[in-house]
């Protein structure tokens, strides 16, 4: 009897890892297609429209929209299993998640622009429906890897193109790493990647695997560096450590206050007594190498800020539509009045305040909120490297979306760190043991 059972568990895993490499396969084949171009490394300013007179929408096509769509059939399909994970009694986290969502949809009635609110929002579920089958099918370790393994696939996949085209050259000054994206874009990727390397490192039983995911890691954390988004680099600095935070007794983490007091505060007195010339090579280090346009391109974020704020007074509570605020013409006036081509506000919170309003930013922010709670308070009791995860990513968010936008959007980010929250919201994140891993957990 016992024969069987080891023989029906084994035929189970290799089914579900069979699966586990389809979807990883899937989720990196779609968001190729919708998002990423092996060109970019070959522009300048990484960016198709940098020497356009005009620029375009953010919205896609039809095309796009189909490829996105399997990732909905995939997660219905998964539904509809008889077999998989539970799904736990709702709780504010999982009725936040829900409401962000229906005051997104409900937006079409007072958009600026109704189809483009509608085919957004229509995007919006096919991603929330592909990750609600994706956290119901896999376990919490399972869907930490296929972050893991996605994400890992495109920073190859961008050195690979960057090999190939003979723009890999992180010897120049000048070099940022893009791969087949925007560097600022490359840099989340890479903090996903370096991330989960280390949780999973850090939750593995074999010595020697464990070593190769820490160097994997160290690797993707010098990729990060090679991008020089300072936003992103902050973001999984600030990331990283809550999640190490988390961890700490209170000995190790009152040294460590102290420490770093100590060297902030020496370095502060040494900054102010050396000469302008160190000063200029200090201030040049923190600004990653990146010449004095790059510097006024980062500081000057605050004309566009106030200039998108007349926007966000003109309709405060519900805004101008789920997705719906950018169009083509006012992409071209907002860009011709402040000379400078530009698409997103630079500002996930304001860019949020544009899309829905001041009541959606607050749905959607008390969802972060609650679930940094619900993972702080998971990740400290069990260690489940998913719970890390999702705590080091939304403290990401929260720093990223101060000087981005990508954090709030419709994109393979949103959608790889959303199926962990999902199945934190709809799941919970203490029942790895629901579903046969494919990778041996440490024994605690």
Same mark, same amino acid.
């Given at each position: 009897?016992?024969?069987?059972?080891?023989?029906?568990?084994?035929?189970?895993?290799?089914?579900?890892?069979?699966?586990?490499?389809?979807?990883?396969?899937?989720?990196?084949?779609?968001?190729?297609?919708?998002?990423?171009?092996?060109?970019?490394?070959?522009?300048?300013?990484?960016?198709?429209?940098?020497?356009?007179?005009?620029?375009?929408?953010?919205?896609?096509?039809?095309?796009?929209?189909?490829?996105?769509?399997?990732?909905?059939?995939?997660?219905?399909?998964?539904?509809?299993?008889?077999?998989?994970?539970?799904?736990?009694?709702?709780?504010?986290?999982?009725?936040?998640?829900?409401?962000?969502?229906?005051?997104?949809?409900?937006?079409?009635?007072?958009?600026?622009?109704?189809?483009?609110?509608?085919?957004?929002?229509?995007?919006?579920?096919?991603?929330?429906?592909?990750?609600?089958?994706?956290?119901?099918?896999?376990?919490?370790?399972?869907?930490?890897?296929?972050?893991?393994?996605?994400?890992?696939?495109?920073?190859?996949?961008?050195?690979?193109?960057?090999?190939?085209?003979?723009?890999?050259?992180?010897?120049?000054?000048?070099?940022?790493?893009?791969?087949?994206?925007?560097?600022?874009?490359?840099?989340?990727?890479?903090?996903?990647?370096?991330?989960?390397?280390?949780?999973?490192?850090?939750?593995?039983?074999?010595?020697?695997?464990?070593?190769?995911?820490?160097?994997?890691?160290?690797?993707?954390?010098?990729?990060?560096?090679?991008?020089?988004?300072?936003?992103?680099?902050? $973001?999984?600095?600030?990331?990283?450590?809550?999640?190490?935070?988390?961890?700490?007794?209170?000995?190790?983490?009152?040294?460590?206050?102290?420490?770093?007091?100590?060297?902030?505060?020496?370095?502060?007195?040494?900054?102010?007594?050396?000469?302008?010339?160190?000063?200029?090579?200090?201030?040049?280090?923190?600004?990653?190498?990146?010449?004095?346009?790059?510097?006024?391109?980062?500081?000057?974020?605050?004309?566009?800020?106030?200039?998108?704020?007349?926007?966000?007074?003109?309709?405060?509570?519900?805004?101008?539509?789920?997705?719906?605020?950018?169009?083509?013409?006012?992409?071209?006036?907002?860009?011709?009045?402040?000379?400078?081509?530009?698409?997103?506000?630079?500002?996930?919170?304001?860019?949020?305040?544009?899309?829905?309003?001041?009541?959606?930013?607050?749905?959607?922010?008390?969802?972060?909120?609650?679930?940094?709670?619900?993972?702080?308070?998971?990740?400290?009791?069990?260690?489940?490297?998913?719970?890390?995860?999702?705590?080091?990513?939304?403290?990401?968010?929260?720093?990223? $979306?101060?000087?981005?936008?990508?954090?709030?959007?419709?994109?393979?980010?949103?959608?790889?760190?959303?199926?962990?929250?999902?199945?934190?919201?709809?799941?919970?994140?203490?029942?790895?043991?629901?579903?046969?891993?494919?990778?041996?957990?440490?024994?605690?």
């Amino acid at each position: 009897m016992s024969a069987i059972t080891a023989q029906t568990t084994a035929v189970s895993e290799q089914t579900n890892s069979k699966r586990l490499i389809v979807v990883v396969a899937l989720i990196v084949a779609v968001f190729f297609f919708v998002s990423h171009d092996v060109r970019t490394s070959l522009y300048e300013e990484f960016a198709p429209w940098a020497n356009e007179s005009a620029t375009v929408a953010s919205g896609g096509n039809a095309l796009k929209g189909s490829a996105l769509a399997m990732l909905g059939a995939v997660g219905l399909y998964f539904l509809f299993q008889h077999d998989g994970r539970s799904f736990r009694r709702p709780t504010l986290f999982t009725a936040l998640g829900v409401a962000y969502i229906a005051w997104a949809a409900i937006s079409v009635l007072w958009s600026v622009d109704p189809g483009t609110t509608l085919r957004r929002v229509a995007v919006l579920v096919f991603l929330f429906v592909g990750a609600l089958g994706i956290a119901k099918r896999f376990s919490p370790r399972e869907i930490l890897m296929i972050a893991w393994a996605s994400s890992g696939m495109f920073v190859i996949l961008g050195l690979l193109t960057e090999f190939a085209c003979g723009t890999f050259t992180p010897w120049r000054g000048d070099y940022r790493f893009a791969g087949t994206v925007h560097p600022n874009t490359q840099g989340v990727q890479t903090a996903i990647f370096a991330l989960a390397s280390f949780l999973l490192a850090n939750d593995e039983s074999s010595k020697t695997i464990r070593n190769w995911l820490y160097t994997i890691a160290a690797c993707g954390a010098m990729l990060l560096l090679f991008t020089k988004s300072r936003t992103s680099l902050s $973001a999984f600095a600030f990331g990283a450590s809550v999640c190490w935070l988390a961890r700490a007794d209170f000995r190790r983490l009152s040294y460590v206050v102290v420490f770093s007091t100590a060297v902030f505060s020496l370095g502060g007195f040494l900054v102010t007594i050396t000469s302008e010339r160190i000063q200029d090579r200090i201030s040049a280090a923190f600004m990653l190498g990146r010449d004095d346009g790059d510097s006024e391109a980062f500081t000057g974020r605050g004309p566009i800020w106030e200039e998108l704020s007349y926007y966000a007074v003109a309709r405060p509570l519900c805004g101008h539509g789920y997705e719906s605020f950018w169009s083509v013409d006012r992409i071209d006036e907002i860009s011709d009045h402040l000379h400078w081509k530009f698409r997103e506000s630079h500002n996930g919170y304001l860019e949020t305040v544009l899309s829905v309003g001041f009541i959606g930013a607050g749905i959607l922010f008390s969802f972060v909120l609650v679930g940094i709670g619900y993972s702080l308070k998971v990740y400290r009791k069990t260690a489940t490297p998913l719970a890390g995860f999702i705590l080091g990513m939304l403290c990401f968010g929260l720093v990223s $979306a101060l000087f981005e936008s990508g954090m709030v959007g419709e994109n393979y980010l949103t959608f790889v760190i959303g199926c962990g929250i999902v199945s934190a919201a709809f799941f919970g994140l203490d029942d790895e043991a629901s579903l046969p891993s494919i990778v041996t957990r440490s024994q605690r």
